[in-house]
């Protein structure tokens, strides 16, 4: 069974690269592609690939496996326009302080860190959901738009697998992303940025590489789905530093980093910049090109990521 399955997998490949050549009907090649991904994922079932985890990778080498280019980012890029600044939620500094008295003279550990990064990222996402309604920035009018803005929500811990070849051998590269942001239909979610927490105050370094990983998983199966806007977002922190990524549509990844003491707002105004953009992307993104992502711990793409062939 599994040699028959290796070669309908080989003939149905060739079949999807003549489908491509001699035919613009994009009805085709969507099903001659759905049949190809298919039998890619039961061959791969079938294989049992052997497991690793994002943290076993060597982090100096997750921008070449996953075939990112460092770039420099442009004057706009990873930073608030002064248009585009918005003030702190309300409530959040006083939360923080609070926080702070409360804990005052305890070490700043892994569950200390995350009641700041949670006060930080919910009560902006929560703030720009609050205002969707009558904030001409955000909203266009449309019933749409809103609604778009309104699905935005936080996931914790979520899996995430998919297969990939390190160093010559197929595994399945499986990790728990900290958090990320979801939009969309409750039958069509799907996300563009993901955010891993710093397990103590300045151990952010290993958290960058770790973060790529994710966010490279996630810009190459949006590529794959030929998604308009491939561009993926991260973050790393502790609360305290903030390290923003993005991998733009060509594959190169830029960073930049802020300091919560000195540019709060800075970092507030770049989460609802962020958000925003996510929220555009979903309400003018044709339903049939985006994909699915299942719901639960065990997150796997409906369709199997297929790694791109090196030039």
Request: with cysteine.
């Amino acid at each position: 069974m599994a040699e028959f399955i290796d070669i309908l997998q080989q003939r149905v490949n060739k079949l999807a690269e003549k489908v491509a050549q001699y035919t613009k009907n994009k009805q085709i090649m969507e099903e001659t592609h759905a049949i190809a991904t298919l039998v890619r994922t039961e061959s791969r079932k079938r294989k049992k690939l052997p497991s690793k985890a994002v943290t076993e990778l060597e982090p100096s080498k997750i921008p070449d496996l996953f075939f990112l280019k460092e770039g420099d980012p442009t004057d706009d890029e990873l930073r608030p326009k002064d248009h585009e600044m918005v003030p702190l939620p309300g409530h959040l500094e006083i939360v923080l302080d609070d926080y702070a008295l409360a804990t005052g003279g305890s070490p700043a550990n892994e569950a200390m860190l995350r009641s700041r990064i949670d006060a930080i990222m919910l009560c902006t996402l929560a703030m720009m959901k609050r205002e969707c309604v009558y904030n001409p920035r955000l909203s266009t009018g449309s019933i749409q738009s809103t609604d778009s803005i309104r699905s935005l929500h936080l996931q914790f811990e979520r899996s995430i697998k998919t297969p990939w070849k390190v160093e010559g051998t197929e595994y399945l590269l499986s990790g728990v992303v900290d958090y990320s942001l979801w939009f969309g239909t409750p039958q069509n979610y799907e996300t563009n940025l993901v955010m891993v927490e710093a397990k103590r105050v300045g151990a952010l370094d290993s958290g960058m590489f770790q973060c790529l990983a994710f966010m490279a998983i996630i810009h190459h199966a949006r590529k794959k789905a030929n998604m308009k806007n491939t561009s993926v977002y991260g973050i790393v922190t502790d609360s305290f530093r903030w390290d923003f990524i993005q991998i733009r549509g060509n594959s190169e990844y830029i960073t930049r980093r802020y300091r919560w003491k000195y540019r709060k707002v800075q970092i507030v105004s770049l989460l609802y910049k962020i958000f925003e953009t996510t929220a555009h992307s979903s309400s003018i993104q044709p339903q049939p090109q985006r994909k699915r992502w299942r719901e639960g711990s065990d997150t796997e793409f409906t369709a199997e990521l297929e790694q791109p062939r090196r030039g």
